[in-house]
C-alpha cells in the first residue's frame, strides 16, 4: 500500500488502476479536470472521448456487459449527469457492473442551486444500486473499492459518485486500496441435491438462463448440465448468448414474439429451473407465462443476490450462488437415477424450424420488396459465428432476436430495459475492446439517430464495426400499437430522416442504400472487403413492418 501526498484527481485515478481498470468513457467537463490531467500521465487507461454523455454511458454499460468487470464513466454535473441517466437506467435493469463519476460544484457552494447544481445521490439514488457523494479526498481509496465491491457482488449493477471539484484538487495523504477479490459464493451440495432430486421426479423440465452474473464459464458448465440430461434451455430476453445457440438443447429465446412452441412448453412444465434471469415483464410475457405464484408449476430460482429470490417469483428451491460456481457443480453432479429427457432435442429442433426465415408476401399478396428474413440469413452466411450483434429498441431488432444464432457470450449487446439509441455506442465499445472481431450495430432510423453522433467516437478512434440501419421513415413500434388503439389516427410517430448514406460518408465511411432484398448481399459482401465505419442503408415499408408477424413487439417507448 502506499501513502504519499497527492492530488484528489490523481488519488482516484490511482485507485481506478489499483482495481484494473484499463478504459474509462467520457465528456470533459470543467468540475473534473483534476481527473483528466490525472489521466494524462496514466497509460495503463486508455480515455474515449465521446460525443454526448448518453453515449458515455451507454458505452460503459456495454463494457461492462463485455468484460464482466465495472465500466467507468466520467461526466459533469447537469445536463452532462442527467444526460447519462439513461445508462444508468439500463445497466441497473439489465444487471451491468458499471460506476459513473459525475464532477460536481464546490462543497462551500452545496445547496443554493449554483451552476448545473443536483443533488446526484438523491437524483441517482431510484437507478443505482448506490449513489453517493465523496467530500474527503482522504476517503477516495475507501469509496472506489467500495464501488468496484458494490457493481460486482450479488446482483451486479451501476453506482454513482458525486467528486466535487474542489475535493479532487485538494493535496491530501492517504493509503491506497488493493483490488477487491471477487465473491463467488457456490451453491451448497444440499441445495444442489434437491434440485437434482425435483428434476428426478419431472417429467418436462425447462430452463430459463441468462442475466445477472452469467459468464462465459457459466455458459460452458451450464451447456453441458442441460445437454446431458436433455433439458431444453431457453434464454431470457435478450440474453440469447446465454449458451451458443449451436447447442443440441436450445429452445430459443423468450421476450416479444418468442416461438409458440417455446411458449407453450413452458406453460406445460412442470419444473422451470431458472438460472440467473430476474423473470422480468419482458421475458415473461407481462407475467402471465410464468405467473409470480405458478401453480402446477415447481420453480428452482438461482440468481447471485439473496434479495432477488423471493422478490416477485414464490421459488420453491431458491438458491443463491455465483452463476459459474452453480453451473459447475452442475455439470459435474452424476447421478444415474436420472433419465435423459429427449425434449431438450426435440425443442431445438423447434427452434431451428422457426429461426429459419421463409418466403414472406405483403397483404396483398405481392413480393416484399426488401424482406429482412433473408437479408439476417445472408448475414449468417456471410460473417464470423462470434460476431457481436449490438441493437438498441425497435420493431427492427425482432428480426434478428429471431433469425441471427448467436455463439455463446459475449455476442449481444441489447438493452432488457428497451432503450432506443444504446446499438451504435455499444458497438463502439465492442470494437475497441475486441478489435479483432466483427462488430454490427442493428438499428432503426429513429432508433440510430438518437445516438448517430458516436460515428465520430468510432472514426476519431478507428473503430471497425458495420452499421445495419433499418429506415422504414417513423418510429415503427410506436406507430404499430397507435394503428391498432387509434385506427386511422396516425400522430407524432412518422420521421423525415437525412441521406444516411452521405451522413456515414462524412464521418469517413463507406456506405451504400439497399431497397431490395436482392441487393442486400452482394452489398454485404462490398461492406466487409472494406474496414473502419461501413452503413448499409436498408429502406423498408412501414406498413409491411407493422404487419409482419415475425416482428417482435417492444411495450413504451421502443
Same mark, same amino acid.
Given at each position: 500500500?502506499?501513502? #504519499?501526498?497527492?492530488?484528489?484527481?490523481?488519488? &482516484?485515478?490511482?485507485?481506478?488502476?489499483?482495481?484494473?481498470?484499463?478504459?474509462? /468513457?467520457?465528456?470533459?467537463?470543467?468540475?473534473?479536470?483534476?481527473?483528466?490531467?490525472? &489521466?494524462?500521465? #496514466?497509460?495503463?487507461?486508455?480515455?474515449?472521448?465521446?460525443?454526448?454523455?448518453?453515449?458515455?454511458?451507454?458505452?460503459?454499460?456495454?463494457?461492462?456487459?463485455?468484460?464482466?468487470?465495472?465500466?467507468?464513466?466520467?461526466?459533469?454535473?447537469?445536463?452532462?449527469?442527467?444526460?447519462?441517466?439513461?445508462?444508468?437506467?439500463?445497466?441497473?435493469?439489465?444487471?451491468?457492473?458499471?460506476?459513473? /463519476?459525475?464532477?460536481?460544484?464546490d462543497r462551500a457552494d452545496r445547496d443554493r442551486e449554483g451552476f448545473q447544481e443536483i443533488d446526484m445521490a438523491a437524483f441517482f439514488a431510484?437507478? @443505482?444500486?448506490? =449513489?453517493?457523494?465523496?467530500?474527503?479526498?482522504?476517503? &477516495?481509496?475507501?469509496?472506489?473499492?467500495?464501488?468496484?465491491?458494490?457493481?460486482?457482488?450479488?446482483?451486479?449493477?451501476?453506482?454513482?459518485? =458525486?467528486? +466535487?471539484?474542489?475535493?479532487?484538487?485538494? *493535496?491530501? *495523504? #492517504?493509503?491506497?486500496? +488493493? +483490488?477487491?477479490?471477487?465473491?463467488?459464493?457456490?451453491?451448497? @451440495?444440499?441445495?444442489?441435491? =434437491?434440485?437434482?432430486?425435483l428434476l428426478k421426479d419431472a417429467t418436462n423440465p425447462v430452463a430459463i438462463i441468462g442475466g445477472a452474473d452469467w459468464s462465459p464459464a457459466a455458459a460452458h458448465y451450464f451447456a453441458s448440465f442441460a445437454h446431458r440430461h436433455g433439458i431444453p434451455v431457453a434464454a431470457a430476453f435478450r440474453?440469447?448468448?446465454?449458451?451458443?445457440?449451436?447447442?443440441?438443447?436450445?429452445?430459443?429465446?423468450?421476450?416479444?414474439?418468442?416461438n409458440p412452441k417455446l411458449q407453450q412448453r413452458i406453460r406445460e412444465a412442470d419444473l422451470l429451473l431458472v438460472v440467473g434471469a430476474r423473470l422480468g415483464e419482458a421475458t415473461t410475457d407481462g407475467y402471465k407465462l410464468v405467473t409470480p405464484d405458478h401453480p402446477g408449476q415447481l420453480l428452482v430460482h438461482v440468481h447471485p443476490d439473496p434479495n432477488e429470490l423471493g422478490r416477485v417469483y414464490r421459488a420453491d428451491l431458491p438458491i443463491c450462488a455465483d452463476m459459474a460456481e452453480f453451473s459447475e457443480m452442475a455439470a459435474d453432479w452424476r447421478d444415474p437415477d436420472i433419465v435423459r429427457f429427449s425434449a431438450g432435442e426435440e425443442a431445438h429442433t423447434e427452434w431451428l424450424d422457426w429461426s429459419d426465415p421463409k418466403p414472406r408476401a405483403n397483404p396483398d399478396g405481392s413480393a416484399v420488396k426488401l424482406d429482412l428474413g433473408p437479408c439476417v440469413a445472408a448475414m449468417r452466411d456471410a460473417l464470423p459465428a462470434d460476431t457481436i450483434i449490438c441493437n438498441g429498441a425497435g420493431n427492427f431488432s425482432g428480426w434478428w432476436h429471431r433469425y441471427w444464432r448467436y455463439a455463446a457470450m459475449p455476442c449481444q449487446l441489447a438493452p432488457t430495459s428497451g432503450s432506443m439509441g444504446y446499438g451504435l455506442p455499444a458497438a463502439v465499445a465492442a470494437a475497441l475492446r475486441f478489435p479483432d472481431r466483427t462488430v454490427v450495430c442493428v438499428a432503426g432510423d429513429g432508433d440510430f439517430l438518437m445516438n448517430g453522433q458516436e460515428l465520430a467516437t468510432a472514426a476519431q478512434y478507428g473503430a471497425d464495426l458495420l452499421v445495419i440501419l433499418v429506415d422504414n421513415g417513423a418510429y415503427g413500434t410506436i406507430r404499430m400499437h397507435q394503428e391498432r388503439d387509434y385506427p386511422d389516427r396516425i400522430s407524432a410517430t412518422a420521421l423525415a430522416n437525412p441521406d444516411f448514406v452521405r451522413l456515414a460518408e462524412a464521418f469517413g465511411g463507406w456506405a451504400e442504400r439497399i431497397e431490395t432484398t436482392a441487393d442486400f448481399a452482394p452489398a454485404l459482401g462490398r461492406a466487409m472487403e472494406c474496414t473502419g465505419i461501413r452503413l448499409l442503408h436498408c429502406v423498408t415499408d412501414v406498413e409491411v413492418i407493422s404487419n409482419a408477424s415475425t416482428i417482435s413487439t417492444l411495450h413504451g417507448k421502443g
Open positions: 500500500m502506499t501513502q #504519499t501526498i497527492r492530488s484528489g484527481g490523481r488519488i &482516484l485515478v490511482d485507485q481506478l488502476v489499483a482495481q484494473g481498470c484499463d478504459r474509462v /468513457f467520457t465528456v470533459p467537463g470543467e468540475s473534473f479536470l483534476a481527473v483528466l490531467d490525472a &489521466l494524462h500521465d #496514466t497509460p495503463a487507461i486508455h480515455t474515449v472521448v465521446c460525443r454526448q454523455e448518453g453515449g458515455v454511458a451507454y458505452m460503459a454499460d456495454a463494457d461492462g456487459k463485455l468484460t464482466g468487470r465495472p465500466g467507468v464513466a466520467f461526466v459533469t454535473r447537469g445536463p452532462g449527469a442527467t444526460n447519462a441517466s439513461a445508462g444508468v437506467h439500463v445497466a441497473m435493469q439489465d444487471s451491468t457492473p458499471m460506476i459513473v /463519476f459525475v464532477g460536481d460544484l431510484p437507478v @443505482a444500486k448506490w =449513489a453517493a457523494r465523496i467530500d474527503d479526498a482522504r476517503r &477516495l481509496p475507501e469509496y472506489v473499492a467500495r464501488a468496484y465491491r458494490v457493481a460486482t457482488a450479488g446482483r451486479p449493477g451501476p453506482v454513482v459518485l =458525486a467528486i +466535487p471539484e474542489d475535493m479532487l484538487r485538494d *493535496e491530501v *495523504e #492517504t493509503i491506497d486500496r +488493493p +483490488p477487491i477479490a471477487p465473491i463467488a459464493q457456490p451453491a451448497c @451440495a444440499g441445495a444442489m441435491g =434437491a434440485m437434482i432430486d440474453r440469447q448468448d446465454a449458451i451458443a445457440n449451436s447447442c443440441a438443447v436450445y429452445a430459443g429465446n423468450l421476450g416479444y414474439g418468442p
